[in-house]
């Protein structure tokens, strides 16, 4: 699974708890989409940047 380019926000793990309290593994993806941005000397690139960078602005896309 991809990281932010920008927060380096990947995969979280922990424990999945079932109404009985017993515990499997559990896996949290982030919401991570490939884009291309443009960057500060005028160049655009590729690069895996989360949803969460796009929306406050951190990045500007291409």
């Known amino acids: 699974m ?3 380019a920008i ?3 990947g ?3 922990g424990n999945g708890v079932s109404h009985s309290h017993r ?3 559990k896996i949290w993806k982030s919401n991570v ?3 291309k941005v443009k960057l500060a000397n005028g160049a655009n690139r590729k690069m895996y940047v989360c949803t969460a960078c ?3 602005g951190l990045v500007e896309r291409a």
């Open 2 to 4: 991809a990281k932010c």
């Open 33 to 35: 989409k490939s884009v």
């Open 11 to 13: 995969v979280h793990f």
């Open 23 to 25: 515990r499997s593994n």
């Open 54 to 56: 796009l929306r406050s």
């Open 7 to 9: 927060c380096e926000k």
